[in-house]
Structure formats: C-alpha cells, structure tokens
C-alpha cells in the first residue's frame, strides 16, 4: 500500500525556520518525482515545490522562492523541505504528493498533511 | 502564470441530479494536460481525472471530463452522497503548476 506520511509542522514565530519531513512506503519511492502542495485555512490548494526522482529538476513557486529548499534521500525513502524567513502567509497545511507515472504530471497519491502556523 | 476560474462556487443539488462544473483557464493549457481533483473536508484531495478526460485509477463512471484549450469540464451523472466535497482543477501543462479556486457541490 502506497504511504505518504508528513511530520514537523507546528507552531512558529513570523521569521522562524521549519523542516517538514515526508516518509513514503509501498512503491519505488527513487523512481518517482515528488511535490509539496499547501493550502491555507479554509481555501485553496497552492502548489509550492517540486523535485524529480533523482533531484536532478528543482522548481519553486515564487511565493517561497529563495526562502524554501527541497531535498530527497531516495535510500531513506525521505523527502524534505526546509522553510526559512517564515510569515503567516505561510501557515497552510503542507501535503507530500506523489506525481503518477503515466506521463501526466498529476498527483496520485497524497499524505494527510501537516499543519504549519506562523503566529507570534 | 494560467490562472484557473471555476465556476459556480457553489453547486446546491439533491443525490441522484447530474452536476456539472467548469474550469477555465486564462490561456490555453498544453496538450490538455488538465486534472480534477476531490477533497473532503479532513482529508487529502483525490485524483479523479488527468488528460482533460481519462479517469484515475478505481474512480467511478459516474465521473467524465471533457474540454480543451481554455474550457473543461467535470460532470458527475448522478450524484452519490460520497460525492458531496470540493472540487479543484488542476493544469500541470506549465509552470507553474496551478490550481482552481474550487466548486464546492453541497445537498440541496
């Protein structure tokens, strides 16, 4: 059975840092890409990071550009993203999505999520 | 940057009525490369369509997506009462990926 499953979000002050983890099991996790897509209390679904399978392609919405980074460990099954200069813009929960491997660039698996809150 | 419009915003319909939800886009979105996706509250969104029209993995035939260019839609046949949720469109044909604002279908 397919598993996404995030940690590390929490509570953190406007300026803080933050690194949320996602743990996959049940599929080649090295031979997929991977996303982080939020969505913020109450509306709607906002794509933030992307990285292939091998790391190799790199993307950023430019909301979080130059304060975000996306990492993968394929032998750990990881996926990471650090949050930097954090602003309560950015409170969301954030999902790990799995891209499918039928050619479309769509998400065929997701985690639950985890909720991160800017607030002094 | 497309930008996606869905509308309505809000669909009031009883079980058993068809509904039918538009995405447009602001320019044209690549090769169709159109989604649909469903989310419960509490829960991660689903996958029901990718292509514009092919149906995921394990969703019903109740579903169809239709559309190209600037204009797509999701129909549901007839509405099951799983089926109330919030739908988003989702084109991934250029970055950056982006999504709707989203339909929500509630019972009338």
């Known amino acids: 059975e397919v598993q996404l499953v995030e940690s590390g979000g929490g509570l953190i002050k406007p300026g803080g840092s933050l690194r949320l983890s996602c743990a996959a099991s049940g599929f080649t996790f090295s031979r997929h890409s991977i996303n982080w897509v939020r969505q913020a209390p109450g509306k709607g679904l906002e794509w933030v990071s992307s990285i292939s399978s091998s790391s190799t392609y790199i993307s950023y919405a430019d909301s979080v550009k130059g304060r975000f980074t996306i990492s993968r460990d394929n032998a750990k099954n990881s996926l990471y993203l650090q949050m930097n200069s954090l602003t309560a813009e950015d409170t969301a929960v954030y999902y790990c999505?799995?891209?499918?491997?039928?050619?479309?660039?769509?998400?065929?698996?997701w985690g639950q999520g985890t909720l991160v809150t800017v607030s002094s | 940057e497309i930008v996606l419009t869905q509308s309505p915003g809000t669909l009031s319909l009883s079980p058993g009525e068809r509904a039918t939800l538009s995405c447009r886009a602001s320019?044209?979105?690549?090769?169709?490369?159109l989604a649909w996706y469903q989310q419960k509250p509490g829960q991660a969104p689903r996958l029901l369509i990718y292509g514009a029209s092919s149906r995921a993995t394990g969703i019903p035939d109740r579903f169809s997506g239709s559309g190209s260019g600037t204009d797509f839609a999701l129909t549901i046949s007839r509405l099951e009462p799983e089926d109330f949720a919030v739908y988003y469109c989702?084109?991934?044909?250029?970055?950056?990926?982006?999504f709707g604002q989203g339909t929500k279908v509630g019972i009338k």
């Open positions: 320019q044209s979105v690549s090769s169709s490369y």
């Open positions: 989702h084109q991934y044909g250029n970055s950056p990926w982006t």
């Open positions: 999505a799995r891209v499918s491997d039928n050619g479309h660039y769509t998400y065929d698996y």
